[in-house]
């Protein structure tokens, strides 16, 4: 169980909800939100004008409203953003960003009715996941419309991998369906909770990739015979880079004990820059991921609601300002995307020098009998082919600007679909990786098993739990997904550290 009450979370805890932990408010929590909420109630009363409490909004904000017509305001505020297009979101997604939602509310200045807070817990807690079209955002509101609208018994859920109508679902868990109040609707369409959510999903997969990389890239630099001079800490202390410094710790641990490489020192004076730079390479993108890391802790600990709601009910103020641009998350989501591209791609040459025997010392296209057999020609396409898509889905997208609801928001972050994207440059590394793994398992195997390290020999027999040596040619699609799915666990990974005695 995950709990919000006087510690703020970071993004390990919301992907551990995304993955399923329930979530609870502890009672700093919910003192915080009912303070806010008596704020919210009190500027009703007083019918001073407060954006989004009771006005209109965007282009519309001037226009001040009747006391009884704000419980409509707000429901029709939920109904007309929810317009969000394409295949819905994955569950764990969703789950994230209900959790960094209920975090945004739980800083105490939203004012948004705790019953609503509650509810959104309780889809959590009972496995109810919103439908969340997954394009059309420029930001967040489309997103989080249709997260709202079920506990309003609108829209449709997923239960188990089963779509149902809200109202049913709720039913079925013994949950009411809510009414919403003055600033509802606005609250839970409102602030970066979307963008950040998917961040941390992201950034749990990135964590993962960045170890792969290095045992992967490991296993290559071992099969190609590769110069550890290049990996020297006193070396690699000249340019003391944090991730330099953790890859080349990596890298010497886990090809520590190779009579391979022992015997193949000297063999030329340095290597292609594919493997000798693979600390720096690879650094670089883990040094990225710690920033991305520390952006999101930091959003994640921000209030981005507008308005904000400060004081007490007796001396307060109603803020309206811009805490819910997505600035930071945007730049946050092209440097993650960048960052795993270039581990793509800098894997993608690897391949290509395992594979071409002009280079390998290997059988061409590790395969005995080559002619009659193209061994792993292909893979090298593939792999080439997915950095390709990378290079485009790497474009920023946070330099991209329109301009939406009358002129009243004339800057955009983009910082959602350029999240999304990110997701889809992270599938393709994990395939690269994979493909990269097949062959330097595959070239590994050419040499004796005994003369292997340590650490890139358990790694080979996780591999080959799952794909056999090749020793002919055979469909490598199965082969493929097989080694795809070592990269999107954690098994493997573990093993090897349980071996090492460090985390990578």
Not at 149 to 165: D, I
Not at 305 to 321: A, F, H, K, M, W
Not at 483 to 495: D, F, P, S
């Amino acid at each position: 169980m995950v709990e919000l009450d006087d510690v703020v979370l970071d993004w390990r805890q919301v992907v551990c909800v995304a993955h399923g932990a329930t979530l609870s408010l502890g009672p700093l929590a919910r003192q915080r939100l009912l303070a806010a909420r008596r704020v919210v109630e009190r500027v009703v009363a007083d019918r001073v004008r407060a954006y989004g409490i009771n006005t209109g909004l965007g282009a519309l904000s001037e226009q001040l409203l009747a006391p009884e017509s704000l419980p409509e305001l707000s429901l029709n505020t939920l109904k007309s953003h929810a317009c969000g297009v394409g295949a819905p979101m994955a569950d764990e997604l969703v789950r994230a960003i209900i959790c960094a939602q209920v975090a945004n509310y739980a800083h105490g200045k939203s004012g948004i009715s705790p019953a609503l807070v509650d509810g959104l817990v309780d889809l959590l807690n009972h496995g109810i996941v919103p439908l969340v079209p997954a394009r059309g955002s420029v930001g967040y509101l489309t997103h989080m419309a249709h997260i709202g609208l079920p506990l309003v018994g609108l829209w449709r859920v997923r239960v188990q991998g089963e779509t149902l109508a809200a109202p049913v679902a709720l039913a079925r868990a013994g949950l009411p369906t809510l009414t919403l109040g003055a600033k509802d609707g606005l609250s839970l369409v409102n602030g970066t909770p979307c963008m950040t959510g998917v961040l941390c999903v992201a950034l749990s997969r990135a964590a993962r990739l960045q170890k792969w990389a290095d045992i992967v890239g490991a296993m290559s630099f071992e099969a190609l015979q590769g110069q550890t001079v290049a990996f020297d800490a006193e070396v690699l202390a000249l340019k003391p880079h944090a991730g330099a410094q953790r890859v080349g710790r990596n890298l010497r641990a886990l090809l520590a004990g190779s009579a391979l490489l022992r015997g193949a020192q000297g063999l030329r004076t340095q290597d292609a820059l594919s493997l000798r730079a693979i600390p720096h390479i690879h650094g670089a993108s883990r040094d990225q991921i710690a920033h991305v890391a520390a952006q999101v802790n930091i959003e994640l600990a921000s209030a981005t609601d507008n308005p904000i709601v400060l004081g007490t009910p007796e001396d307060y103020r109603v803020v309206s300002q811009a805490n819910p641009h997505g600035q930071s998350m945007a730049f946050a989501a092209d440097l993650l995307t960048i960052a795993l591209a270039e581990l793509g791609g800098v894997a993608e040459r690897r391949i290509d020098r395992l594979v071409n025997p002009l280079v390998s010392g290997l059988p061409p296209f590790l395969v005995e009998g080559s002619g009659l057999n193209s061994g792993l020609m292909i893979v090298q396409y593939v792999a080439a082919s997915l950095v390709a898509e990378n290079k485009v889905l790497s474009q920023p997208m946070v330099v991209d600007n329109y301009v939406t609801s009358a002129l009243q928001e004339d800057h955009l972050s983009l910082a959602t679909p350029a999240a999304l994207k990110t997701l889809q440059v992270i599938e393709n590394v994990e395939r690269v990786l994979a493909l990269e793994l097949l062959a330097a398992g595959q070239a590994l195997e050419f040499y004796p098993v005994e003369s292997l390290a340590p650490a890139t020999r358990a790694a080979l027999g996780v591999l080959r739990e799952q794909v056999a040596v090749y020793v002919g040619d055979r469909i490598l699609a199965p082969d493929i997904e097989s080694a795809t799915q070592l990269i999107q666990g954690e098994e493997g990974i573990a093993r090897v550290e349980a071996l090492l005695g460090f985390a990578l």
